[in-house]
């Protein structure tokens, strides 16, 4: 059928019509005319493949990755970047709007270098022959993986060496995934591998290819084995060799990031984050929910009296003491080990005073009702809340506005180009 599309929706695709029925197409653009193929029909929509564009955009490109269209991580290297980041702005408006969400302010958009921008790859190894491979879009098919535009050069090189040297390294016998993150120059690196062995096993392996690796790649510093645990994207660790962590330094500080711990993708734009999170933040005491590794706790021990830090993960608990420790205002902060929910609850049966400012940055699934019925009885006069999914943190921001906050302002922050995903930080306001 031939479709015009109307919009891009959340998730990557564009939205167009036929007989009263919503159509979605993976690679349309707005504005375009396009021939597609239904694959899957509902009662009130249909998915469909783009079989050909037969009015492109203005804003259509040629994509920089050979592997566009077949590779499952972006899906807008065929639009100029400023279009991208309009789509998404629009996406994150009608999201907030579908959500009933009124009066909302300008969303201004942060933005920064469209490729190269990634500090981390996690990648699966197919045996035979070997090779390093992300998923094929809407399957689990292995596609062998040569170059990633979107990942910083010395992920790129990296990729290249185990591509070469894997095999000679016994990766494939027993290594599942694998994990690169690079620090902010790109001096260092950390290796993770996922694994279905045991742990004796495993250590015996791991020290095995330790020298082997340190060869063929120089800048990694330190490798460590997971298990592959079913539901979990990290797992336990069951060996290590050479460094468990590197220094990333970002926004003026410096940061102890482990293996197995979270740090935001885009080395671009780290700085400007922590900026826009906590430039405009100051008081006497504020609390950092979902610390990870402190990336927001290190500037607000700058511009607060007193900082508590939550977090539940045990890597990130560790590294977070680490980078607190070697503030210079450390006997003022405390971190607290714990799910942000239960230290919500203590602090709510114990009447303890609200704090001036409430810095939040859950994962996908964002804050959900307990937090956010809890955050209302507490009523610290701001909160900030840094989102990776516009849907739930649409709903999150409505009951925070039914507890008396206010919309004060919301920024786009384009820390994935290239693909559907979207950061936002929204700043809500009792004044």
């Known amino acids: 059928m031939k479709l015009r599309i109307e919009k891009a929706i959340y998730g990557g695709a564009g939205l167009g019509r036929a007989e009263g029925k919503t159509v979605f197409v993976p690679f349309a653009l707005p504005g375009e005319l396009v021939e597609a193929k239904i694959v899957e029909e509902n009662k009130s929509y249909a998915a469909a493949e783009l079989v050909e564009v037969l009015e492109p955009s203005t804003e259509r490109r040629a994509a920089p990755c050979p592997s ?5 991580g972006c ?10 980041v309009e789509m998404k702005r629009g996406i994150l408006r009608e999201t907030l709007e579908r959500a009933r969400v009124r009066e909302i302010p ?3 958009a942060v933005t920064g270098e469209p490729l190269g921008y990634r500090n981390r790859v996690r990648l699966h190894v197919e045996k035979t022959p070997f090779h390093l491979c992300y998923k094929r879009r809407n399957s689990h098919v292995n596609l062998p993986v040569e ?10 090189k990296a990729i290249a060496a185990l591509n070469r040297e894997g095999e000679g390294l016994g990766l494939a016998g027993w290594v599942r995934e694998l994990e690169l993150f690079t620090d902010d120059a790109e001096g260092t690196l950390l290796a993770a591998f996922w ?3 045991e742990k004796a096993e495993t250590a015996r392996l791991v020290d095995s290819c330790w020298p082997e690796l340190q060869k063929r790649i120089p800048e990694v510093v330190g490798a460590g084995a997971f298990a592959a645990e ?3 994207t990290t797992g336990k660790l069951l060996a290590q060799a050479g460094e468990g962590a590197l220094t990333y330094r970002a926004a003026g500080r410096v940061y102890r990031v482990g293996l197995g711990s979270f740090f935001q993708v885009n080395r671009f734009l780290v700085d400007r984050l922590v900026e826009l999170v906590t430039g405009r933040a100051s008081g006497g005491v504020a609390w950092d929910l979902y610390a990870g590794v402190g990336l927001f706790s290190l500037a607000l021990a700058e511009r607060f009296r007193e900082v508590v830090a939550v977090e539940s993960g045990g890597a990130a608990v560790r590294d977070l003491r680490e980078s607190l420790r070697a503030t210079d205002r450390q006997a003022r902060h405390r971190v607290v080990s714990a799910e942000t929910a239960s230290f919500l609850r203590r602090a709510v049966e114990q009447r303890q005073p609200a704090p001036d400012w409430v810095v939040v940055d859950p994962p996908r699934a964002g804050l959900g009702r307990e937090v956010t019925t809890l955050l209302g009885k507490v009523r610290a006069r701001n909160v900030t809340y840094v989102s990776c999914d516009p849907a739930t943190m649409s709903r999150d921001v409505v009951a925070l506005l039914e507890s008396g906050y206010r919309l004060a302002r919301v920024h786009l922050v384009d820390l994935f180009p290239q693909t559907f995903h979207l950061e936002s930080v929204t700043h809500l306001t009792l004044d």
């Open 195 to 197: 694994t279905d062995r």
């Open 230 to 232: 079913r539901g979990t």
């Open 106 to 108: 300008e969303i201004e």
């Open 75 to 84: 899906q807008y290297q065929q639009a100029g970047y400023a279009a991208q």
């Open 68 to 72: 566009f269209g077949g590779c499952g």
């Open 147 to 156: 170059v990633c535009p979107i990942a910083a050069p010395v992920l790129e």
